[in-house]
């Protein structure tokens, strides 16, 4: 059985509440270099009560005693006369603007969700509320990219027999308020509060199904996990239709990829679609979100070593991001009609895993040589572009295709550990997408797109191609998302971009819910604006 999981809220903190709040809480304060004031922290969470002298001293010292460029933390105690209490105050300084590159975000999500896990914030909430308290002249405009930055610090799944003193009375929550660089709270009013509501939910539920086990969430537990979302929104007033095709049925409409990886395993493989349409029947644009949600590789029988397969649970990844971009995308009302279509398997062995040198015919139409039983989620994947490409429900064709997966370990070599890689038709998407990384704190950067050049690695003499490239040295990134784009239907005339987050997905052995808040700013969701020079 689970462990009770620490709660995350956002809300601005009244003066009336606030002594009844501090009686016996940690207070973490963040913010960045240059950016930061003992007056200002002093303005964010002082009760007329307390002495303002001793409390700056006291901050002021703690400021002057983080050195270097990087993030970097206090900790100091403090007495407050009026109340007879101790509070333990933390500062979290982050790295000055001038000091970021042009491919970060300018609040350093990253560097944050470092330091709340260096101070082992879900710990220290077990024994009793803590207060994170946000401070920048930007922080509405930040509001989201903390937002994900704090709750990928405060993981829900936990199987640990003991966690802190079990003490069923501790609070186990953590309440985030946001203040402008003079510690004036922003405006109840404020978008900010909804979207890091919705934003940090998604990112948490995203990170949970990514940090279960294989043997708590399988292909038939994910699909009613997915059943269980719909139902909740729908109920919450929003018009969410939810639909499954599994086992042989697979089979029978065609999708040879999705039936052809997870027909070995024991809970049969499922296509799970989710049809979000705003109020009043009218939208902005029409996006398909397709995921891949490989709830274990194996590596089927190109069988992974002992140390490659272990953490091969968070290879659903992309579609715990998407169902959580989606969720939350239709908590804050977006007014684009949103397709969800996630191919949820388990890539296992047995006899009737398919094999290498087996000719799998796809939704396409076109048919796949197998070299490498290990590249499957190009296989789901090409199976979820071309049905959302050919005619959805009704024969509509969306007006943007995304699929997100956790595709290829040569995707943090190319794009690194932070960033996303990205395969687009064309520039404007391309941008777009960068755009909304570097908005929300999900970063992207654009791998190279050259099918003309590329897709011959898949050159096969029995098929219309292989599944897996000649030459590994060769873009293998971008061969990849150039093998979905292959199954996309040659009559649409909509756009794509295709999202590799292998590295991204996780961090020190846990899930971080990667994709929530990409798919918010794909969507123009309220996150904020953050010019690219």
């Not at 303002?52 to 007495?79: E, Q």
């Not at 879900?122 to 922080?139: F, N």
């Not at 961090?507 to 794909?522: D, H, I, K, P, S």
Request: hydrophobic fraction near 40%; include cysteine.
């Amino acid at each position: 059985e689970q462990n009770e999981a620490t709660v995350l809220t956002f809300s601005p903190i009244k003066d009336s509440t606030r002594s009844a709040s501090y009686s016996g809480s940690d207070v973490i304060i963040i913010g960045r270099r240059g950016s930061l004031s003992s007056g200002a922290i002093a303005a964010s969470m002082a009760p007329a009560s307390m002495d303002y002298s001793s409390f700056n001293s006291v901050v002021d010292a703690m400021l002057g005693s983080i050195k270097g460029s990087g993030w970097g933390k206090a900790t100091s105690f403090y007495r407050k006369e009026a109340m007879g209490v101790i509070i333990k105050i933390t500062i979290i300084l982050l790295p000055s603007e001038d000091k970021i590159s042009r491919n970060n975000h300018p609040f350093s999500p990253h560097a944050l969700t470092d330091a709340l896990f260096d101070v082992d914030l879900d710990s220290a909430a077990l024994e009793h509320i803590v207060e994170v308290r946000v401070l920048d002249r930007k922080v509405e405009e930040f509001a989201c990219c903390a937002s994900v930055a704090i709750a990928r610090a405060l993981p829900l799944y936990h199987s640990k027999s003991k966690r802190g003193n079990n003490d069923d009375s501790a609070a186990k929550m953590v309440n985030v308020s946001f203040y402008d660089e003079e510690g004036c709270a922003i405006s109840e009013d404020s978008p900010a509060w909804e979207t890091a509501r919705a934003v940090a939910d998604g990112v948490r539920l995203a990170a949970r199904l990514g940090d279960m086990p294989p043997a708590e969430l399988n292909p038939t537990s994910y699909a009613m996990e997915c059943k269980s979302i719909a139902d909740t929104l729908s109920e919450g007033g929003a018009n969410v239709v939810c639909s499954k095709t599994d086992g042989m049925a697979l089979k029978e409409l065609g999708y040879g990829g999705i039936f052809g990886v997870g027909m070995a395993a024991t809970c049969p493989p499922v296509m799970v679609v989710m049809t979000y349409t705003p109020e009043g029947g009218q939208w902005t644009e029409h996006v398909a979100l397709c995921g891949k949600g490989v709830i274990y590789d194996t590596g089927g029988l190109s069988l992974k070593p002992k140390v490659g397969m272990c953490g091969m649970k968070h290879d659903m990844g992309g579609s715990a991001g998407l169902l959580g971009g989606f969720q939350a995308a239709v908590q804050l009302k977006v007014p684009c009609k949103i397709t969800l279509i996630l191919a949820i398997v388990e890539n296992a062995i047995g006899p009737l895993a398919v094999r290498n040198d087996d000719v799998l015919t796809m939704k396409s139409g076109k048919t796949v040589e197998i070299n490498n039983t290990d590249a499957e989620g190009r296989l789901v994947l090409a199976d979820c572009v071309s049905y959302a490409s050919n005619g959805l429900e009704g024969g509509e064709r969306p007006d943007v295709i995304l699929d997100m997966a956790t595709l290829t370990g040569a995707q943090g070599v190319t794009t690194g550990k932070r960033h996303a890689g990205i395969l687009s038709r064309t520039k404007r998407l391309e941008e777009r997408v960068m755009g909304a990384g570097m908005r929300t704190g999900d970063l992207v950067f654009p791998m190279l797109y050259a099918p003309e050049l590329l897709k011959l690695e898949f050159s096969s003499k029995i098929a219309d191609m292989k599944n897996s490239v000649k030459d590994r040295s060769n873009a293998q990134a971008s061969c990849a998302g150039h093998f979905i784009e292959s199954h996309i239907d040659e009559a649409y005339e909509g756009d794509w971009v295709h999202v590799d987050m292998a590295y991204p997905s996780h961090q020190n052995e846990r899930a971080t819910g990667y994709g929530v808040a990409l798919v918010l700013g794909l969507l123009n969701a309220s996150v904020g604006e953050v010019v690219i020079s």
